[in-house]
């Protein structure tokens, strides 16, 4: 998809790709089930929750093959999105600059492009999480087909999957924040994939500016 | 056993040698627990492999398979040496004051006088006590028979050796030629560092162990006793009934025998082999130990006198000599076979009873099956094939018989030998047996007793029904006796009259209740009868309260004397479950039935000193009650009740002598009056003791093409071979459970032989011996290790037997099919005719 | 599983009082194993698989008396056999019947997740309800004994009951009824340990095991299942058995600190999420947008 067919009629910009919403729903729906149900296995507070997601065992079973969808989703996200990932000078600056961020004064921001720090930050935060999460999960999934099967290995796992997870919880609350409440428009863009020409001045400049840019000139 | 499986709990020390119980009767292993705990009593094991009995003893040591005697022998030698003997006891209760004829020899070349190279046989005129009296002190003077006389004797014809009826004795111990200095003469030879080269047990090891088994009689105290406990480890040796001999020898120095906690003790192999033993299992006896009758047994008065002993022993001494009663046991025993039709007239149908001209014990079977002189086979309970020895030699015989009936619950290695590994479709076809499979009841399916290793009796219910068509043995048998029965009716025969006659007289003939045959077995009266003393009475046809009512005029009729008692009027005692224990000693009197006369430990006379005070108080089995001037106790004395103690009665009353014999005279023992160290046929080195004569001298090998021997230059490893508590013999291979257990067939063999072979655990082995192959995967274990035999490095592997060519593993391709007794030899011991299982050589290889 | 006392004092992820705490006298049961006298007969074994009626299993030869190298979910009770030599050169044949240690405090039921699959009896006995087993296998993890075991086909996990289902009838465990030595006995704990007591005295005083002793390791809280053993010292000989078991550090961690930094940080971002949404609320209404721009900074 070239730069100029993101620009849409009636002053939409073509944010998400077909491909890349259904990407991210098929890890934000296996997400909301692994946390349900893995809440329900770290307190015995909350093991409703397995109950109320079709049983105890049912969703001790599911689990981990939801858990392979959402690793393999996290992983497709990796091969898409991972040169758009990178490190920037104006990253370093965004972060400096993150108390305006949080505190809505997004015009003193530095330009963002298509993603901005905190994006990026919740990116390869899911991203190694996940690979944390996958490993101990595989291995306590199944313990008995490893060579390498010890008690010490499944202990481990139980922490580094508890551990990996509480951080994906708390990456996932200012995700969901921000999706659903702080930036009005974002949630509408992994549905329809699009956002408005002020979302994306107003979040993402530099990327606009980009595309604008390009529709413009298309030598680039 | 002479005592019985709880009694082991009241004893202070334990020897089990060629045997494990811990593995093969753990259930009566408690008891050896239960002394441990409650005594502190010591175990001392000596095997040639580390087992699980092992495990739990104080000292173990290992020991070459077939060298027991020199052991045991050590520790006689150490016994005397140490002064470790139950003085009193040994004077008055063995013979060894007894003076032995002049002109018998010591094995010191490794033969006894008397021996005929020519026919590999013992005269044994010489093992004999030599006629007269009081010898003591007198050693310098008295010189026995004069030497003129033995020749007299032997220039005449006929009258074979017997016993002095008043033997000569020294009671000083002192007479040179008196038992106990032969015996100790004997021993001195068997030093520690005689016993290490032979038995590659070490010189230390041995002492310490001598030393602590030998401790019971320290600073001659009598009142710890000490127990021996044995198996077919001792048993299955060319030598078997020897070292039980040596065994029972060191027990009587000791005064062990007829003690509550000593005593002599066999364990059992199965369930019931004391039972079957007890009636008939073997070719040379009739139930109740009762000889069989020879072809010179012309008559029954002529039978009867050679089989009933006359009593011998010191004139100052009193003997029962308890086989006086023979002629009771004898006819009673004909009147239950032939009813009516033996009578005084008829000479007790002695007529009838066939007379056994040669050796018929198992190997001789097989053997006479491959020399295609038996042709037909009843196999019942049994595995002739896997049990060997030597499986190929009994596959080819089975292969030459014309029929053969197995009466199984499994289809067997036996009952398919047709199809053994190695037999081509070709060579099947040309087998021209026909074999009979009868499918038969299980152990939990009859009725009926078990007679344990203890002699008790025990009667058990049937818990279901036989599956499908299977039938008890006993309706298989009575089918088959009645169909044999109506041909000879029919068609007449060379002898009918003692199968028409036998007596048949069950409700269902063609299923006996196993009830009515123990009712029959106990014996009843034929007469009315009272006893002269108590005038109880018994009225004919009443069940005899016991053996003591036996007559030898016809009015009693008992299947087996020592059985009398089991079933009597008040019912079936062997299903008396009565657990009162007054004395605390385990004697349990009303629980089940204990041959003979419901007692439970043999000779106990023994228990008591001179005076018939029991010599230890803690321990009161019997005594003399002055009161009443009888021995009573909390046992049933071993004993004429009234016997005083100054008449100087022996103890040992089934002895015509009356006491112990450590010297055993003329006809007893085929190879000796001691046992003498000798190799097995198949031995790694020569004799220590007499290279020129090895091996025991009237020992036969079997001559047939498929008998052979090895020697040490082509098989250089001791081969012994056992049971796992896991299995049952070759049944236990068909039940998932145990197959779980212990899965497949394995080889011991020691780390020190697997390092230096490459051999890892797991790998598959071969093991050659002279005979066959065997095939199965190393267990390499440190709980045998490396010896050194008479300076020559020695190993010694193992195998369990518990497989063959079907069972579950088998079938599923698992194993390599082989039996473990495709190796053993075909050479038996010269007494008991059991096989040399235990000890033979064989090669190793990787397969 | 026993339906026949609802006498439990402690369940696995359970949230609320549980029924029976404080509800009876303070017995606890114990199965005391005399290592000393064991001679590996695997009776025990084998009434196990009978009384509880476990299918069979396939095992192969490994060099060794011992049955399989170590439990199954199907095969609760199995006699570890080690050789072991000693300083003077004698060799000792260690029997060591392995199974579930009922510990007081058991690291498996810490660990499950699963309300009422593991459920310790105001007796003792820890037991499993399948269940309500999710098949987690957190269990396997928590137990420093390496004891429960899981059936891959169906994903619930198994381990030796004590025999619940007879010791609540009053008889004792199958394996005790079957060991012909008299090495195992069962009874009150506090009679079980003075018996074992006596024992090792007697191996002190009368064999050469100087260093017999009992093991009851404290740091799982006891166990409902205690050894005889000829050197105390030297626990490691058996099979492995842990000198000082404790329940798993990771358990510990993960169930203590984890959990609370957990729960906090979790309750604790959603409060301040939902607080900096009234302080600050969204950054930019949707029709704003090109109207206004942004509306940060009001205060």
């Keep these: 998809m070239s730069r100029q067919e993101q620009i849409l009629p009636h002053g939409q910009v073509l944010r998400y790709t077909l491909r890349e919403r259904i990407t991210h729903w098929a890890a934000g729906v296996t997400y909301l089930y692994l946390l349900g149900t893995g809440l329900a296995f770290w307190s015995p507070w909350l093991f409703w929750l397995a109950v109320a997601l079709g049983g105890t065992q049912v969703s001790r079973t599911l689990h981990p093959w939801a858990g392979l969808i959402f690793f393999g989703s996290v992983w497709y996200m990796y091969v898409m999105w991972a040169p758009q990932m990178t490190h920037t000078d104006d990253d370093r600056r965004w972060w400096k600059a993150l108390k305006y961020y949080s505190t809505n004064q997004d015009d003193k921001m530095p330009p963002a492009g298509r993603y901005n720090a905190g994006q990026k930050f919740l990116f390869w935060g899911f991203f190694w999480a996940n690979l944390l999460l996958f490993l101990s999960g595989i291995f306590l999934w199944a313990p008995q087909y490893f060579a390498w099967h010890s008690l010490v290995a499944m202990r481990i796992s139980v922490l580094v999957h508890a551990a990996a997870a509480l951080f994906t919880i708390g990456l996932f609350m200012i995700h969901l924040y921000m999706g659903l409440f702080a930036e009005r428009g974002a949630f509408g863009s992994v549905i329809r994939g699009d956002v408005s020409i002020a979302f994306a001045k107003r979040y993402h400049p530099a990327w606009y500016k980009e595309i604008a840019g390009e529709a413009a000139s298309p030598r680039k | 056993m002479t005592n019985g499986w709880i009694d082991i709990k009241n004893t202070d020390m334990m020897l089990i040698m060629g045997g494990n119980p811990a593995e093969n009767h753990p259930c009566g292993f408690k008891w050896v627990v239960e002394a441990k705990r409650n005594r502190n009593a010591k175990l001392i094991v000596v095997d040639p492999r580390f087992t699980r009995t092992a495990s739990v003893a104080d000292l173990f040591c290992q020991i070459r398979a077939g060298s027991d005697i020199a052991f045991l022998g050590g520790l006689i030698q150490y016994a005397i040496e140490n002064h470790r003997v139950a003085k009193d006891y040994l004077l008055n209760y063995t013979n060894a004051a007894f003076v032995v004829k002049e002109g018998f020899k010591l094995p010191e070349d490794g033969l006894y006088s008397g021996f005929d190279a020519a026919t590999q046989t013992y005269d044994k005129t010489t093992w004999n006590y030599q006629e007269g009296g009081d010898l003591s002190g007198k050693a310098a003077r008295a010189t026995g028979d004069p030497p003129g006389k033995e020749n007299k004797a032997g220039g005449q014809p006929a009258a074979p050796p017997h016993l002095p009826e008043n033997v000569a004795y020294d009671l000083t111990l002192q007479h040179p030629n008196c038992v106990f200095q032969l015996l100790r003469k004997q021993y001195s030879r068997y030093t520690p560092e005689m016993v290490e080269r032979i038995t590659g047990i070490p010189k230390a090891q041995f002492e310490k162990i001598a030393d602590l088994f030998t401790s019971v009689r320290k600073d001659g105290d009598m009142k710890k006793v000490a127990t021996i406990i044995y198996a077919v480890g001792w048993t299955q040796h060319t030598a078997g009934t020897q070292t039980i001999r040596t065994a029972a020898m060191l027990q009587l120095l000791l005064g062990n025998v007829g003690r509550s906690g000593g005593g002599v003790n066999a364990l059992r192999g199965h369930s019931n082999i004391q039972g079957a033993t007890d009636m008939a299992g073997i070719f040379e006896i009739l139930p109740g130990y009762l000889k069989v009758p020879v072809p010179t047994d012309t008559d029954f008065k002529t039978y009867l006198e050679r089989i009933t002993p006359k009593s011998s022993k010191p004139h100052i001494w009193d003997s029962w000599n308890y086989w006086s009663n023979t002629p009771k046991f004898a006819v009673s025993f004909m009147k239950a076979m032939y009813g009516d039709a033996a009578t005084k007239q008829s000479d007790w149908a002695f007529h009838y009873l066939p007379k056994v001209d040669r050796n018929y014990s198992w190997a001789y079977i097989w053997d006479d099956m491959y020399r295609g002189n038996v042709k037909g086979l009843f196999a019942f309970g049994m595995n002739g094939v896997a049990i060997g020895p030597d499986s190929n030699k ?442 040399e299982f235990k000890g033979f050589l064989v090669k190793l290889e990787k397969a | 599983m026993s339906q026949a006392t609802l006498r439990v004092q402690k369940i696995s992820g359970h949230a609320g009082s549980v029924p029976g705490q404080d509800t009876q006298r303070e017995y606890t049961v114990c199965k005391l194993i005399d290592t000393t006298t064991c001679i590996g007969c695997k009776a025990c074994e084998v009434a196990c698989m009978e009384w509880n009626d476990l299918p069979f299993g396939e095992t192969v030869f490994d060099n060794t008396y011992q049955t399989m190298p170590e439990t199954r979910w199907n095969y609760w009770n199995l006699i570890l056999f080690n050789e072991h030599e000693r300083d003077d050169g004698s060799l000792m044949w260690l029997m060591r019947k392995n199974q579930c240690m009922h510990c007081g405090e058991p690291g498996c039921l810490a660990a499950c997740p699963a309300d009422g699959a593991i459920i310790q009896y105001t007796n003792g006995i820890v037991d499993f309800q399948q269940a309500n087993c999710i098949g987690c296998g957190y269990c396997i993890t928590g137990c420093p004994f390496d004891i429960p075991k899981m059936n891959p086909k169906t994903h619930r996990v198994f381990k030796c009951t004590l025999c619940t289902d007879r010791v609540s009838e009053g008889l004792e465990p199958a394996c005790i009824k079957s060991c012909p030595t008299g090495c195992l006995h069962f009874g009150i704990k506090d009679d079980m340990k003075e018996l074992a007591e006596s024992r090792a005295k007697q191996l002190r005083d009368y064999s050469n095991f100087p260093n017999a002793g009992v093991y009851d390791p404290p740091g799982v809280g006891g166990t409902g299942v205690i050894y005889v053993l000829h050197d105390a010292t030297q626990p490691e000989l058996y099979g492995g058995l842990p000198k000082n078991p404790h329940v798993p550090w990771s358990v510990k961690l993960w169930k203590g600190p984890l959990k609370w930094f957990g729960n906090v940080a979790m309750i604790g971002g959603l409060i301040g999420l939902f607080v900096h949404y009234l302080r600050y609320g969204p950054k930019a209404r949707e029709e704003e947008d090109l109207a206004t721009g942004p509306r940060g900074g009001r205060t």
Excluded at chain 2, 403 to 424: A, C, M, N, Q, R
Excluded at chain 2, 495 to 501: C, E, K, V, Y
Excluded at chain 2, 594 to 605: D, E, F, G, H, L
């Design chain 2, 394 to 835: 009994n596959i080819a015989a089975l292969k030459k018989a014309d029929w053969l009936v197995v009466g199984e619950i499994y289809p067997d290695e036996t009952s398919e030998f047709w199809k053994s590994p190695g037999i081509t479709q070709d060579e099947m076809k040309k087998i021209q047996t026909t074999v009979y499979r009868l499918p038969c009841a299980g152990f939990a399916e009859k009725d009926g007793t078990f007679v344990n290793s203890a002699r008790w009796l025990q009667w058990k219910n049937a818990a279901l029904p036989p599956p499908g068509d299977a039938k008890l043995d006993q309706e298989i048998l009575a089918r088959i006796f009645l169909k044999v029965r109506e041909l000879y009716q029919k068609e007449g025969g060379k002898f009918p009259d003692a199968i028409l006659h036998a007596t048949w007289s069950y409700t269902n003939p063609q299923n006996p209740a196993l009830a009515e045959v123990a009712k029959e077995i106990n014996g009843k009266a034929l007469a009315d009868l009272e006893d002269p003393v108590t005038k109880q009475q018994v009225k004919a046809g009443q069940q005899l309260p016991g053996y003591a009512w036996l007559k030898d005029d016809g009015t009693t009729a008992c299947g087996n004397w020592l059985y009398s008692g089991s079933f009597t009027e008040a019912g079936n005692m062997m299903a008396r479950r009565g657990t009162e224990d007054p004395s605390g000693l385990g004697i349990y009197p009303n629980w089940g039935f204990s041959w003979p006369a419901n007692r439970r430990v043999m000779y106990n006379r023994a228990s008591c000193d001179l005076q018939g005070k029991p010599w230890d108080l803690s321990r009161k089995q019997v005594w003399w009650n002055e009161a009443t001037q009888k021995w009573v106790g909390n046992d049933v004395p071993d004993f004429k009740a009234d016997s005083k103690p100054k008449d100087h009665m022996g103890p040992f009353i089934m002895n015509p002598e009356g006491v112990g014999r450590l010297f055993v005279p003329i006809g007893a023992v085929a190879d000796g009056p001691f046992p003498e160290h000798y190799e097995p046929i198949e031995s790694p080195v020569e004799n220590p003791l007499h290279p020129q004569q090895s091996s025991n001298p009237i020992v036969k090998k079997f001559k047939t093409d498929a008998d052979k021997y090895g020697t040490a230059k082509d098989y250089n490893i001791v081969c012994t071979t056992y049971r796992l508590t896991e299995h049952y013999h070759y049944w236990t291979k068909n039940n998932p459970m145990n197959v779980q257990l212990v899965p497949e067939p394995f080889v011991e063999v020691p780390a020190e032989l697997a390092d230096k072979m490459g051999i890892r655990g797991g790998e598959v082995l071969k093991v050659t011996s002279a005979r066959g192959v065997y095939q199965a995967k190393a267990m390499v274990t440190k709980r045998i290790k490396r010896m050194m035999i008479d300076g020559k490095e020695t190993f010694q592997i193992g195998i369990p037997i518990h497989w063959g060519y079907r069972g579950i593993a088998e079938d599923e391709g698992k194993t390599w099919k082989t039996a473990a007794n495709l190796l053993s030899p075909t050479v038996i011991d010269p007494n008991a005719w059991t096989p």
